[in-house]
């Protein structure tokens, strides 16, 4: 009796075993902040788990406990043979190089860098085109014709936001005024709503009706700032509008969900590729948010506008200023 | 009363335990068994905790042990981890001992950490690689060591505590190294937050028998570090200085101790230990100095000297332990289904808190004390009946 | 009725024995000595009766029942109070609040009903003859006295039937002894019982209805006071005979002027934190003793503290002070050091000891400089040294246990004051401040303390004294200055000393 239920026990086990050997395996590395961050790390875990569900993948998240960790999580997927291991996040840039090297076999997607290997698939996010729609898009609702900018950490990545931003709110309005201001220099810029809060409520009082709030979970302060102030204030990465409806205008969209549920699919499809693949406006990787709250303050013409300087970007009639080619 | 004890005859090996600061090999054996059984009964907290979320604890055991022992790799991993908290451990035991605690340990080691990658940028002519490091050693400890003297000379002068002090230096430190980072010495071919990388020639090699983990020679030499340390501490007329104003403060300034000296100098070494944590990981490691490299390091060193009770050589078993666990964090994560990065933080705490619960275990060990004795009292009594 | 008693008690710490074997009663309504040598273990075996430490075995019978008590608190509710030898007073709160704490009367959580108190306590105050009535004073304000007066009002304020005293008369002056005496004869006829620990015989065969005495951790027996004297109680503590009084011992030097100063003091004047000097002026010859008397708080510790370290009052003092007609007022006490000053401090375990290192570590604090105990190797201490000076220095003093690694902690108050003493002569000093040698010290001690205290000044050092006790500075001092209001009050010779007009200038009053 007892051996027949233990013979039971590994049957089951190894027909598991077999079918899961059919199905594809991916590893998911997130950023300290993980799968929680309300943001990039969540947004990839989401795409992950949309996987999961419409493609028959199986899926494991690792979230590392520090930023020494990346390669040595990334190693133990791969000594796992995982058919494909997905870094997220340009800290891991390092990591995944050394690894593509050592495990060249080995099928590996980075989000936000550009590793230059060639068993790495690399996804960046152009940021500054999107964040121009959005700069337009203020422009467009801005009554007083002041607008702000509220940056989470000053690294060159936001500063990319920010200049694309800029460069949109000018196109439209050209005497536009534009506040920024940035939280801090420390990785705690992303998580400190309360001082979010302040220097939007400073914005707010120098005339800016509209901020975009390109700050990881310290732009919870900025839509505090706009519900208390009745104001406007713009989400990031992923669409924020349902966290406090009447403030938030938009969100700049940042899919990296659709970028892990893409670069999965192709590869169940066979298709899959190494190489940069950029998310620009063309393929609406970047984009602004319409949804079910904001679809009263967004009007047809906005939109039309919009989709206009949306094809003069992919033509390439409007050059939107990229902070990182700047700074080369 | 007296002819109770032992008589005391100070043999080779005794005072060879005394000269490293141990009075007797019992003692060193003691407050090992101590510190072991408490990290013991902690662990086993964590994996009750653990088996009721589902995972067997010799799983978790077995996933322990691989994840520090289990490959070249892995140990040379669980050495980097180490590396840095025998430093900050170091940072935070050493004022201790004159009774100054050091939080500011995680600022210290940043500013450290700048200096040896700027010590990269100025020094790009040095070739040869003993020079170089030398060169990085010395910007980084004397760069942390001002940055911990500061809180010093201020408690010293000023008699602020070091505490608030240190605590505030941590965020001035993270602030003006990121300055320094992203507008003086960014390297312009990178869109990340990082200093320009340091020359070849300072690069410390890894251990090939690690296969790719960041870590070589620079091991042995903190572990010869640490035991200097100690020898220098029980030892020194400096170290004597240091446990006497520790223990009594007023004693210590009635027989000529001047305690504004004591403090500054202290705190300054500590600096510089905390320092050299730039050695692991600038030259070591990333060769850069990125924002936020460090795995609050400076913090878990807080937790390091106290599970070593103090003891600077205790430091040493103490930094390797939650090395492990900083491995053993995000491999727990990944071979397991229940147990997430979380949980095991759970389990570091509840061994930091096993370990670091003296009065508990003073307690338990009387309680079974007069327990034994008694049934041993309660059997002689028997037997003469 | 035995309200206490002991059987077979024993209590170690680690190796140590503190206490071997206790065996002895208590009776209701008495006035019970408990005399022994230093580390005789008086001390442990009531913190054993109050709580502090359990029994490692034994038992304790209190009002006939065996009971094992635990902690201080059950001890109170059993009705026994213990004043300590140092005070457990908080010093900025008022005396109501301090006696009151941890009682505080009232039905409603957070108030205190201090009307109520301070009635009850006035009423205790008038029936046990006690004439306080200091509630609303700051404790710091008191005088020792006084806050002594404080513990044991708390005491009863506690409704304590059984009062133990811890060497209660160690800091008083001769006026203030005679009434605390006249305080404890007053609660005994009020039906307490009160345990006395000291190591004065004169007082233990005056007060007390019965003495017990202890040696190395054992009772050695049980007398009627006033079947006993001082020769046999004396005999028993120590295990053989002793003398008592220095007088008309060898004094090489005589009342000499001719001897020129080493040690001058002119005109000093300073505010300290609580004291403050006005216009000292002292001069100290070599080979002589010079007493500084004064009831504690009139400006002597604070005159110690600038003498040993002139340096932390350089900015703020006035006036004169040379060594060799060397001015020193910037010197730190390592500086003094080298000019051969050596300190034995007022409070041992505040100032001179590290109560969690061994004697050797200790012996080494101040003398961390001296060159006897540098090793060859640049910056490196040479313990070996220290520890062979500490065993020679176990041997001349008796100190016990005879072992340098012993904690200093662990050590009774008495051989504890032998290594403070033992390590201030080790550099052989010229000049020697000692202050109160032999504060909770007995017989045995003291006689040694003095013998070495007399010798170095046989030997041509100056020493200058301070004490509380009267009869210490008679007994060993050339001349006797009695501070008062920060001030010199008075001046003796030695052919002037006279208790009374001593005690009478420590008062306030004049030396005529």
Redesign the interface.
């Known amino acids: 009796m007892k051996s027949n239920t233990l013979l039971a026990v590994i049957v089951t086990v190894f027909s598991f075993a077999a079918s899961a050997h059919a199905e594809l395996k991916i590893g998911l590395v997130l950023e300290k902040s993980g799968k929680d961050d309300k943001s990039f790390n969540q947004s990839a875990y989401v795409g992950l788990k949309r996987a999961e569900k419409e493609l028959g993948v199986t899926t494991k998240t690792v979230e590392a406990p520090d930023n020494s960790a990346y390669e040595s999580l990334q190693r133990a997927f791969a000594e796992k043979k995982f058919d494909l291991i997905i870094a997220v996040g340009f800290h891991q840039l390092e990591a995944v190089k050394k690894n593509a090297e050592r495990f060249p076999d080995q099928k590996f997607m980075l989000i936000d860098e550009d590793a230059k290997e060639k068993n790495v698939r690399s996804a960046m996010f152009e940021e500054h085109e999107g964040s121009y729609l959005i700069g337009a898009l203020a422009a467009m609702h801005s009554k007083t014709g002041k607008v702000g900018f509220i940056g989470g950490m000053d690294v060159p990545l936001i500063r990319r936001f920010q200049l694309g931003y800029e460069a949109g709110v000018k196109k439209i309005n050209p005497k536009a005024e534009v506040f920024v201001n940035y939280l801090g220099v420390t990785g705690d810029a992303w998580n400190n709503p309360p001082k979010a809060k302040e220097l939007a409520l400073d914005q707010y009082g120098r005339g800016a009706d509209i901020i975009f709030a390109a700050a990881g979970n310290s732009g919870l302060g900025v839509f505090d700032a706009a519900e208390a102030q009745k104001k406007l204030a713009i989400g990031v990465d992923s669409d924020q509008s349902w966290i406090k409806p009447k403030s938030i205008l938009s969100s700049m969209l940042k899919r990296v969900d659709e970028s892990v549920f893409d670069s999965i699919k192709l590869l169940k499809e066979g298709k899959f590729e190494a190489g940069l693949i950029r998310y620009g406006v063309k393929t609406k990787g970047v984009d602004y948010a319409v949804n079910e709250y904001n679809a009263k303050m967004i009007t047809d013409a906005d939109k039309k506008k919009l989709e206009e300087l949306r094809k003069d970007i992919v033509s390439g009639k409007i050059k939107v200023p990229d902070y990182y080619l700047i700074k080369k | 009363m007296s002819d109770n004890l032992m008589v005391v005859r100070t043999s080779f090996i005794q005072r060879f335990f005394q000269s490293i600061g141990v009075s007797s090999f019992q003692a060193l054996l003691r407050s090992l068994i101590k510190s072991f059984a408490g990290a013991g009964l902690g662990l086993a907290a964590g994996l009750l905790v653990c088996y009721y979320a589902g995972e067997p604890p010799l799983k978790i055991l077995k996933i322990l042990y691989q994840s520090s022992f289990g490959s070249g790799y892995d140990f040379g991993m669980t050495l980097y981890y180490t590396a840095p908290l025998i430093l900050t451990g170091l940072a935070v035991a050493i004022p201790f001992k004159a009774g100054l605690f050091n939080i500011g340990a995680e600022g210290q080691l940043t500013v450290g950490a700048l200096a040896a990658a700027w010590a990269g940028v100025l020094g790009a002519g040095i070739t040869s690689p003993f020079l170089a490091v030398l060169f990085a050693a010395t910007f980084a400890f004397a760069a942390g060591g001002i940055w911990g003297a500061i809180p010093g000379f201020l408690k010293a002068l000023r008699g602020s505590h070091e505490v608030i002090t240190t605590i505030m230096l941590n965020f001035i430190a993270a602030g003006m190294t990121a300055y320094f980072t992203l507008y003086t010495i960014k390297d312009p071919n990178s869109a990340q937050a990082e200093t320009i990388p340091v020359p070849e020639s300072f690069f410390l090699k890894p251990y090939e028998v690690f296969n790719g983990a960041p870590m070589g020679n620079l091991i042995w030499f903190l572990i010869v570090l640490a035991i200097l340390m100690h020898f220098w501490i029980w030892n020194s007329r400096w170290g004597y200085c240091l446990k006497a104003l520790g223990e009594n403060e007023r004693a210590a300034e009635t027989y000529g101790i001047t305690k504004q000296r004591v403090w500054v100098s202290s705190m300054f070494v500590a600096g510089g230990l905390a320092g050299l944590v730039g050695l692991v990981e600038i030259l070591g490691n990333s060769h850069k100095f990125k924002i936020g490299f460090s795995a609050d390091w400076g913090f878990v060193g807080i937790a390091v000297a106290l599970v070593a009770r103090g003891n600077i050589l205790g430091v040493l078993p103490s930094a390797l332990l939650f090395g492990m666990l900083q491995k053993g964090a995000g491999s727990l994560d990944l071979e397991t289904e229940k147990v997430t990065r979380d949980l095991s933080y759970l389990i570091q705490g509840l061994i930091i808190l096993g370990v670091a619960s003296e009065g508990l275990w003073d307690g338990l060990s009387r309680f079974l004390g007069n327990h034994l004795k008694q049934r041993a009292r309660a059997k002689q009594t028997g037997g003469t009946k | 009725m035995n309200v206490i008693e002991f059987k077979r008690v024993a209590k170690?710490f680690g190796?140590?024995?503190?206490n071997?074997d206790l065996s002895f009663e208590v009776k209701a309504g008495t006035i019970h000595g408990l005399i022994g040598e230093n580390?005789a273990?008086k001390s442990t075996a009531m913190k054993v009766l109050f709580g502090i430490f359990p029994a490692d075995?034994g038992e304790i019978l209190i009002r006939k029942k065996p009971t094992r008590i635990t902690n201080p608190v059950q001890a109170m509710r059993l009705g026994i109070g213990m004043v300590h030898q140092h005070f457990m007073l908080a010093e900025p709160e008022t005396v109501l609040d301090n006696i009151i704490l941890g009682h505080e009367p009232g039905w409603f959580p957070g108030l205190i009903f201090r009307d109520k108190a301070r009635k009850e306590l006035t009423e205790i105050s008038k029936n046990y003859g006690l004439a306080f009535d200091k509630w609303d004073v700051p404790v710091s304000h008191l005088s020792v006295g006084e806050q002594q007066r404080v513990e044991i009002i708390k005491l009863l304020y506690q409704r304590s039937d059984v009062l133990i005293l811890d060497e209660p008369t160690a800091v008083l002056t001769p006026q203030e002894v005679k009434e605390l005496f006249q305080n404890l004869l007053r609660l005994k006829q009020e039906g307490k019982t009160i345990i006395l620990i000291s190591h004065k015989l004169k007082e233990v065969l005056e007060f007390t209805d019965y003495v017990t005495v202890m040696r190395?951790?054992e009772t050695v027996g049980t007398k009627v006071t006033n079947e006993t004297n001082e020769d046999e109680l004396a005999e028993m503590m120590v295990g053989r005979k002793v003398s008592f009084t220095y007088q008309g011992i060898r004094r090489i030097l005589s009342d000499s002027t001719e001897i020129p100063s080493i040690l001058k003091v002119k005109g000093l004047s300073f505010k300290g934190l609580s004291e403050s000097c006005v216009d000292v002026t002292l001069n100290l010859r070599q080979g002589e003793i010079l007493g500084i008397g004064g009831v504690q708080g009139n400006g002597q510790s604070e005159f110690l503290r600038f003498l040993?370290?002139p340096k932390e009052y350089f900015h703020k003092v006035s006036g004169e002070y040379t060594i060799r007609d060397q001015s020193v007022l910037a010197d730190?006490?390592?500086d003094l050091?080298k000019r051969g000053v050596s300190?034995v401090?007022e409070d041992r375990l505040?100032?001179?000891?590290?109560?969690?290192?061994?004697m050797t570590?200790n012996f080494?604090?101040?003398q961390?400089?001296d060159p006897r105990y540098?090793?060859k190797f640049p910056?490196?201490?040479d313990?070996?040294a220290a520890?062979a000076r500490v065993e020679q220095n176990i041997k001349a003093f008796d100190i016990?246990?005879?072992?340098?690694?012993?904690w200093s902690g662990r050590m009774s108050g008495g051989n504890q004051q032998k290594l403070v003493i033992a390590r201030a002569l080790d550099s052989k000093p010229e000049i020697l401040f000692v202050a109160h040698p032999t504060r909770g010290v007995d017989v045995g001690a003291i006689e040694l303390i003095h013998e070495a205290i007399m010798n170095e000044r046989n030997a041509g050092r100056a020493i200058i004294l301070f004490s509380s006790e009267l009869e210490e500075l008679i007994d060993l001092s050339d001349r006797i200055a009695v501070f008062y209001g920060g001030r010199i009050q008075a001046e003796f010779g030695r052919k002037e000393f006279d208790p009374w007009k001593i005690g009478k200038t420590m008062g306030g009053g004049n030396k005529e």
């Open positions: 170690s190796d140590v024995v503190a071997r580390g273990g075995s190395r951790g040993s370290n730190s006490p390592l050091r300190l401090p505040a100032e001179g000891l590290l109560l969690q290192q061994d570590e080494l604090l101040g961390h400089e540098q090793s910056g490196l201490l313990r070996d520890r016990r246990p005879p072992y340098p690694t012993v």
